[in-house]
């Protein structure tokens, strides 16, 4: 199928996850819940271990860690949740303009509840100014929402500080993590963090499974589940739980405990050797994004002058994404990107390239060599 380049969109489960997931299919299968057998008891203590797994890497305990189905759950869960339990202290939530669409557009579905949300702008390099945060906060904002890593141009947001400001203004503050965590520091405590949300299948966990950070103590986070069944997860989110998932999902993090620091290095090494080589085989790339601050397996570009859905079109053998695979369904230029002020031009011309685990220095040569190719072409098509 080609060499896989999208690893912001999903990536490979890790074949060390899968292996310690398999028991919990065929041998383990009890139902987490069933406190009556020793079936149940032993799928209960695999979920604690990968609570404590998922919470050791973000610097939360086990009890702060609530499952769900993968981070627009989670998303949904931290707003609308907060929101419903909240409500009657004021009705103000600030977020900005590249958040994913499963907290902008659970915002709009708060607007219509009569909720006002003030959505702040990042500056060209991507990076959300926390003074601007500041600003947009009154005294009926109850909620602050901003990702740790962005999904489509990486660029690394300033959570710490925001989590500061947050603190001072007694507001509560969600930040979407999924991009970052690994592969940036993370630490709730540190950065002041309230809900965070978490997903197995970006950090080579599976697909269908992830968590919502909820701080329990100074402050004590309040909020309201969402999907109202048995009452698990405390209340917070009913449904049986999906233990393979779960225990996959811990194997997951723990792996990134131990690796993330010296794979993101190598995987930096790589994305910088993609970019240069493009550089020295085609005129016109443009980086989308400041370099520095960003997510280490992420580049972003427009080639000068060539539309990305005929790009992608052409490259049967790399496969890239535009935007993000949430809204590459439509032909609409990144809003993302557009909300950095980029042209909507080179906004239509961009590409994503996302580095992971799995990419061999091989593979960033084929690649490289391949879309220099298809976009020379298509440029040659139109002279
Ligand atoms: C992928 C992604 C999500 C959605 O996660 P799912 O588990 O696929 O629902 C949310 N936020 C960001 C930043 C993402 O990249």
């Known amino acids: 199928m080609g060499v896989y380049l999208d690893n912001h969109s999903t990536t490979r489960v890790d074949p060390r996850v899968v292996e310690v997931m398999l028991p919990y299919f065929t041998e383990t299968y009890g139902n ?33 860690i609530v499952f769900t189905s993968g981070a627009t759950e989670s998303n949904n869960l931290a707003l609308k949740g907060v929101a419903e339990h909240h409500g009657s202290r004021g009705r103000h939530i600030v977020t900005t303009a590249i958040e994913h669409k499963a907290v902008l557009d659970s915002c709009h579905h708060l607007e219509r509840l ?79 963090v309230d809900l965070a949300s978490l997903s197995a299948h970006k950090i080579y966990g599976p697909k269908g499974v992830g968590a919502l950070y909820v701080r329990r103590s100074r402050p004590r986070v309040q909020l309201i589940g969402q999907i109202d069944g048995g009452g698990h997860e405390r209340g917070l989110r009913s449904g049986t739980l999906n233990v393979p998932a779960i225990v ?17 290095v190598r995987v930096r090494g790589l994305r910088d050797r993609l970019l240069s080589r493009l550089r020295t085989s085609i005129e016109g790339v443009l980086v989308n994004g400041d370099l520095e601050r960003r997510h280490p397996g992420n580049l972003n570009v427009s080639f000068a002058g060539v539309r990305s859905d005929a790009l992608m079109g052409a490259l049967h053998d790399v496969a890239v994404s535009s935007g993000s695979a949430c809204t590459s369904a439509s032909l609409e230029p990144s809003y993302v990107l557009r909300a950095m002020g980029i042209d909507e031009e080179r906004a239509a011309g961009s590409i994503r390239f996302g580095v992971g685990r799995f990419t061999t220095e091989e593979e960033i040569e084929f690649a490289a060599r391949r879309v220099a190719e298809e976009a020379r072409k298509l440029r040659s098509d139109q002279a």
Do not use: Y
């Open 32 to 64: 987490a819940a069933s406190r009556s057998h020793a079936f149940g008891w032993a799928s209960e203590a695999a979920v604690e271990d990968a609570r404590a797994a998922i919470g050791a890497l973000i610097g939360a305990s086990p009890a702060e």
């Open 114 to 192: 009569g909720f006002e949300v003030s959505v702040v702008s990042p500056g060209g390099d991507g990076v959300v100014d926390p003074d601007a945060i500041a600003r947009a906060i009154t005294d009926r904002t109850i909620l602050v929402s901003v990702m740790l890593a962005n999904n489509e141009m990486g660029a690394i947001q300033p959570i710490e500080a925001i989590g500061r400001l947050t603190r001072e203004r007694k507001v509560l503050f969600h930040c979407d993590a999924v991009q970052g965590i690994g592969r940036t520091a993370f630490d709730v405590e540190r950065m002041g």
């Open 248 to 264: 996959g999902f811990g194997k997951a993090c723990g792996l990134m405990a131990e690796e993330g620091v010296a794979e993101s």
